[in-house]
C-alpha cells in the first residue's frame, strides 16, 4: 500500500469509530491524494481533535509521515516538527518542540512545548509542560499540564500555572503560582499562590493565599 492508501485506510477505520458524519466520511473517501486528505481535516478539525477519531490516528500518522513528509508540509502540517506557521500535530514526540510565527500546535500525547510570537497550542493531555512568550496563546484541559505564562502570552483552561511579567490567565481550576501578572482570572476552586492583590479576580470557590505557602503544599 501507498502512504496514500495507508492514511486513508486509517481515515476509514477512525470514521467508523467516531461514527463521523456523512459529508465527512465522504470528502475523506473521494480524496486522491494526501493534500486532499489534509483539506479535509483542516475543515473538520474541532472535531478530530476531541473525538474518538484522534485516538485511532495518533497511533498511526507518524509511521506515515516519515516517508510523506512532503505532502504533509505542502500542505502546512507538520508532524512533531517545528514550524511558524500552519498546523502542528504533536503525537509520541521524543523531543521538545517549539512554534513560533503564527503556528497553531495540538498535543494529543504528553509533550514539551514552547510557544513564541503568535503561535497558539492546544492541550487535552496530562503530562504536558508548556511555556508561552511574546503573544503566544495557550488552551489545556488538563489540571496535570504545567503551564508557564510570560511577557503578554496568554492562557486559559485548567491547568497547573506559573506567571512572570506581564502574563494573563484565565484558569478554570487548578493552581497558579504568580510572580508577576497583567490579569488573572481564577474560576473552579482555582488556589492562586501571590502577593499581589491588583489585576486578580476570584470567582467560585476559588482562593488566593501567600506565594509563601506554595513550598508546604
Given amino acids: 500500500m501507498t502512504d496514500f492508501e495507508k492514511l486513508k485506510e486509517i481515515c476509514r477505520v477512525a470514521c467508523h469509530e467516531r461514527n463521523a458524519c456523512k459529508p465527512g466520511f ?14 479535509v481535516w483542516r475543515d473538520n ?5 476531541k473525538s474518538k477519531f484522534a485516538d485511532v490516528m495518533v497511533g498511526n500518522i507518524t509511521k506515515i509521515y516519515a516517508t510523506a513528509k512532503d505532502e504533509f508540509n505542502a500542505s502546512d502540517v507538520w508532524v512533531n516538527e517545528p514550524s511558524e506557521r500552519g498546523l502542528v500535530i504533536i503525537s509520541n514526540a521524543t ?17 514539551e512545548v514552547t510557544a513564541t510570537e503568535n503561535a497558539q497550542v492546544y492541550c487535552r493531555t496530562a503530562g504536558s509542560k508548556i511555556v508561552l512568550s ?6 489545556c484541559d488538563s489540571c496535570e499540564t504545567e503551564v508557564t ?9 485548567q491547568m497547573r ?6 502574563a494573563e ?14 490579569r488573572i482570572a481564577a474560576y473552579g476552586g482555582t ?15 476559588s482562593r488566593r493565599y501567600p506565594i509563601s505557602e506554595v513550598k508546604s503544599e
Wanted: overall charge negative; hydrophobic content about 40%.
Fill in 26 to 39: 465522504e470528502a475523506l473517501m473521494q480524496a486522491e491524494n494526501i493534500p486532499q486528505i489534509m483539506r
Fill in 45 to 49: 478539525w474541532d472535531d478530530i481533535f
Fill in 95 to 111: 523531543e521538545p518542540i517549539t512554534v513560533g510565527g503564527t503556528a497553531r500546535a495540538y498535543l494529543f500525547t504528553a509533550a
Fill in 134 to 139: 511574546g503573544h503566544a496563546y495557550c488552551h
Fill in 149 to 157: 505564562v510570560r511577557n503578554f502570552a496568554h492562557a486559559d483552561g
Fill in 161 to 166: 500555572c506559573t506567571t512572570y511579567n506581564a
Fill in 169 to 182: 490567565v484565565v484558569i478554570q481550576g487548578g493552581t497558579l503560582v504568580d510572580y508577576g501578572h497583567r
Fill in 191 to 205: 488556589r492562586v499562590y501571590s502577593d499581589a492583590t491588583k489585576g486578580i479576580e476570584l470567582g467560585g470557590q
